[in-house]
């Protein structure tokens, strides 16, 4: 069966493979998961505020993002936004925000709900004394969070952060949905276009399977140095 | 320089954590506050920083109400220095980075000054060659001391103690006691709950033994060691004497 194989259109393909694919899909992880920890941290900060109007808009929020599939999320999000933009400012007709742009928008809302649970539970594991000393030195509510408490849940949720941006860096191949060139997306176009769909297909996996493999083993190490600093 | 004034605190209307409890501690002045677990000496102290909400009476700190929800709470704390239990020391930051963060972000100042008068601080608790450790490489002994500098960094005008040396290994609390008692000597206004009678002996102007939330007995040192005039008191010294 492999006989008829032709591995040497995956070499004549790995610069576009590469350069465009693989560039885009780790701009998009990087990015979404900056942007979802940021918006995630906003969330679980409202919900841990002890105002309650604010703590039940970010649970709704967050459970009604758990609840859907992010294909549909996508999907939907790129058809929609266009006329979220256009009620917003008015404008006479649907406003174009680009592939990228809308997919961006939609795994950093999509991220920023599993986010804001992994900063939760860090920000519940620092004990009740770390804010009542930050206070008791004088630091607003603010501060004490800003330069006590994120630090500490930061740092001891990064390894749970890390293996949740690696499944986001495998989520990003759904945006083939809107036909962009991901990493996946340009495998497919060149198994298309040169009709060797079983080759392409599993380079993609084990380039997919070496990267989640490495970064997973990073966080093992991680986690093994974390547990030593405490 | 502290005025408690029939302070009343309870969770539940059936439990009471401090029933109409009125003192003061004068400036210069050391006061010990002892009693069995439990009897509310955290809280007290706790309230006198507003770190704990309180139902009714009055708490002045130097003239301001704790109290008063137009009084500046991180204001009012930046200048009562507090000394936990546990250390709570920042285990992210750098010892020098622990009695820097509040004179920076709180006080403003710039951080040259901050890091000069955090290694003042260090040097008097003896800790200058650690600045550049975290605090779990340190002993408990040692981050107890480093958190009193912290604390002292603020150029506070009263520090208030919570059991500073309960959760030390025994071998570590004199180190800590030492520091205590340089500075009563100083003049440093202190409220300090501790079990350590010999600290209290040897600097406490007086002493306040609570129980169940009351004040039972508040009286000069010697006149507490001497004769203390309540049964709970009596009992109490000579359970904590006997060992
Ligand atoms: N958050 C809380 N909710 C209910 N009860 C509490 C809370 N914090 C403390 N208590 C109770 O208040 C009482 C006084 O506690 P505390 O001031 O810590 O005593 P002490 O420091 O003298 O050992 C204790 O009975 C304790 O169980
Ligand atoms: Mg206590």
New interface residues.
């Given amino acids: 069966m492999f006989g008829n194989l032709d591995f040497d259109v995956i070499r004549r393909a790995l610069p576009y493979l590469f350069y465009e694919g693989m560039t885009f899909t780790l701009t998009l992880t990087g990015l979404a998961a900056l942007g979802g920890l940021v918006f995630g941290t906003a969330l679980a900060l409202m919900r841990l505020s002890g105002f309650k109007i604010l703590g039940r808009i970010a649970g709704v929020y967050v459970d009604f993002m758990r609840s859907l599939p992010l294909v549909l999320v996508i999907f939907w999000f790129y058809f929609l936004v266009p006329y979220i933009g256009q009620w917003l400012t008015g404008a006479s007709r649907p406003i174009s925000v680009g592939a990228f742009a809308s997919s961006l928008i939609t795994f950093i809302m999509f991220e920023a709900a599993y986010f804001s649970e992994i900063m939760r539970a860090g920000i519940q594991s620092i004990?009740r004394?770390?804010p009542?000393?930050?206070?008791?030195?004088?630091?607003?509510y603010a501060?004490t969070m800003r330069?006590?408490v994120l630090?500490?849940a930061f740092?001891n949720m990064l390894p749970v952060l890390i293996t949740q941006t690696i499944v986001l860096f495998q989520d990003t191949s759904l945006v083939y949905v809107l036909s962009i060139t991901d990493f996946l997306g340009a495998a497919s176009k060149v198994a298309q276009r040169d009709g060797r769909l079983v080759e392409m297909y599993l380079f993609a996996a084990v380039v997919y399977f070496t990267i989640s493999c490495i970064a997973s083993f990073g966080v093992r190490r991680l986690q093994a140095r974390i547990a030593i600093?405490? | 320089m502290i005025e408690i004034s029939h302070v009343n605190k309870w969770y539940t209307p059936s439990f009471q954590v401090l029933t109409d409890c009125t003192t003061s501690v004068t400036k210069g002045e050391v006061v010990v506050v002892c009693g069995p677990s439990g009897s509310g000496k955290s809280t007290l102290i706790k309230c006198v920083n507003a770190l704990e909400p309180f139902q009714s009476g009055d708490i002045l700190v130097d003239g301001t109400k704790v109290n008063d929800p137009k009084t500046n709470l991180p204001k009012l704390r930046s200048r009562v220095g507090m000394v936990f239990q546990h250390f709570e020391l920042f285990p992210h930051l750098k010892i020098i980075d622990n009695l820097c963060l509040a004179q920076e972000k709180v006080l403003g100042r710039p951080h040259d000054k901050s890091v000069t008068k955090g290694m003042q601080l260090l040097e008097r608790v003896g800790l200058k060659e650690q600045a550049q450790k975290f605090p779990a490489q340190l002993s408990g002994g040692q981050q107890q001391r480093v958190a009193i500098a912290r604390a002292l960094a603020m150029d506070p005008i009263v520090m208030l103690f919570d059991e500073p040396t309960s959760a030390l290994d025994p071998e570590m609390v004199s180190e800590v006691l030492d520091v205590m008692v340089d500075l009563a000597r100083e003049g440093m206004t202190m409220m300090v709950v501790t079990h350590e009678m010999g600290f209290a002996r040897k600097v406490a102007n007086r002493v306040i033994f609570m129980d169940r939330g009351e004040i039972v007995e508040d009286a000069p040192k010697d006149d507490f060691f001497g004769k203390p005039r309540s049964d709970r008191a009596q009992k109490f010294l000579s359970k904590i004497l006997s060992h």
Avoid: C, H
């Fill in positions: 004990s004394g770390q009542a000393a930050a206070s008791a030195l004088g630091l607003t501060q330069y006590v630090p500490q740092r600093i405490r």
